[in-house]
């Protein structure tokens, strides 16, 4: 399994990002599992920032409700985070990762077994 994120960069504060992260070499269909993005800031430890599951549900951190979506296009195993109303704490490495047998809420880290080399954000004016 491959995953490899884009469309990282610095954006002033207010500002939107779309990340996409292309999956490869894992056949989706008819399997149950569960796509995530995590972020990691300098000194802090990696936390969800949102998760999807393979029928469409989704589960956002507390932080981000309201400004960031995920989303996935299943033809072009694609995972997106269409990120608004950009914060400078929002400023950190993001990673999506491949849940192949989810369980609990999809945002903790030790429930994905598979991730991406990640994309940086920068959040800054």
């Known amino acids: 399994v491959q995953l490899v994120e884009s469309g990282g960069g610095l954006v002033q504060p207010g500002g939107s990002l779309r990340l996409s992260c292309a999956a490869s070499?894992?056949?989706?269909?008819?399997?149950?599992?569960?796509m995530g993005w995590f972020r990691q800031a300098p000194g802090k430890e990696r936390e969800g920032v949102a998760a999807i599951e393979n029928y469409g549900s989704t589960t956002y951190a507390d932080s981000v409700k309201g400004r960031f979506t995920i989303s996935k296009d299943n033809a072009k195993n694609t995972l997106y985070l269409q990120m608004t109303s950009l914060k400078p704490e929002d400023t950190a490495m993001y990673y999506c990762?491949?849940?192949?047998?989810?369980w609990g809420s999809g945002l903790v880290e030790t429930e994905y077994n598979y991730w991406g080399q990640g994309t940086l954000v920068t959040v800054s004016s």
């Open positions: 990762a491949l849940d192949t047998f989810p």
């Open positions: 070499g894992y056949d989706y269909t008819y399997r149950t599992y569960r």
